[in-house]
């Protein structure tokens, strides 16, 4: 999955947490996390930015020493950081980890998926307990293109696919769940492919003003509601499992950690996750305040 929204908020989530002690001008700047030290980090969109926030504080109850560098970029970067070690957790969804691990693998359930993603996570990496939360990635349409031709699911794009112009960000063109998916799963081929931000506000203003006609956006994004936006069934299963789920280097993470990580996945489902998203984008709360309160109601690291 692509995860990755708004730049308004980005900023104002970035902003509060270099407060926090994350978000430099250089998120990866430095010589690497201090001895006793938990690096965790983020991708470059506010969903996991405050799941990241999410980490840091609960892991933070545990007794450890953190530090945040979050909104550093898409998976194909951040992944190389964590696998030389210098980040020792990231929010991660693990359908689309597996996608980018292993392009051929046809698991599905999150079972399955997470079997998978072990046998091919290089030795010094682990994937701790999923949640039941998920965030997918969608082909998403307005409804005044879904009422014109008729479409429910991807399958209905065949016929129209040649007509439209498909937006997101610039690693969606490459990706298995992406173009690449699109075409091998549903024979899709679109009119072009544009290179936009990671589901966010210019995405979003691109459908709204018809210069793209279908964008790959995310599943608790609040703003398919908010516009009325259609977000496309996928019956083929193409994007698969996409659970939130903690990748650690395993050495930088002790017991205590490993469970306050997993006391999170154990409380987070989707409806919760949507509902943070919101009062993060739309509501412009504060992700660390989000964070805090969310981790109290939950009785984690109290």
């Known amino acids: 999955m692509i995860r990755m929204r708004h730049a308004i908020a980005l900023l104002a989530v970035v902003g509060t947490l270099a407060a926090c002690g994350g ?19 983020s991708a470059n969109f506010p969903e996991n930015v405050l799941l990241g ?7 933070e109850g545990s007794g450890a020493k953190v530090e945040r560098k979050f ?10 950081q964590i696998k030389k070690g210098g980040l020792t957790v990231l929010p991660e969804y ?3 980890l597996l996608a980018y691990l292993d392009k051929n693998s046809t698991a599905e359930d999150t079972e ?10 290089p030795s010094s990496l682990e994937l701790l307990s999923s949640s039941k939360a998920e965030d997918k990635d969608a082909v998403t349409v307005t409804k005044a293109t879904a009422d014109r031709y008729r479409l429910k699911t991807l399958e209905d794009l065949g016929p129209v696919a040649k007509n439209l112009v498909l937006g997101g960000p610039s690693e969606f063109e490459t990706r298995k769940h992406g173009v690449v ?4 799963e549903y024979g899709l081929n679109f009119k072009s492919f544009k290179s ?18 279908a964008a790959n956006l995310f599943s608790t994004d609040p703003a398919i509601k908010a516009n009325g936006f259609v977000a496309l069934e996928d019956p083929k299963n193409l994007f698969g499992a996409q659970n939130v789920t903690p990748l650690v280097y395993k050495s930088g993470v002790d017991s205590a950690g490993r469970k306050a990580l997993d006391d999170v996945s154990s409380k987070l489902d989707t409806e919760t996750l949507a509902t943070l998203v919101k009062r993060l984008v739309v509501d412009k709360v504060d992700a660390s305040a989000l964070a805090e309160e ?6 984690i690291g109290s």
Request: positive net charge.
């Open 23 to 41: 978000g430099s001008g250089d998120p990866l700047g430095g010589s690497g996390p201090k001895k006793g030290t938990v690096v965790v980090g």
């Open 53 to 59: 926030e999410i980490y840091a504080q609960a892991l």
């Open 71 to 80: 909104n550093i970029g898409s998976r194909e970067v951040i992944f190389n």
């Open 94 to 96: 693990n359908g689309a």
């Open 112 to 121: 399955a998926v997470n079997a998978a993603v072990a046998k091919v996570l």
């Open 181 to 184: 998916g699109l075409k091998s």
């Open 196 to 213: 936009l931000d990671t589901a966010g506000p210019i995405t979003v203003a691109a459908l709204k003003k018809g210069d793209i006609q």
């Open 294 to 299: 969310w981790l109290s109601s939950t009785g």
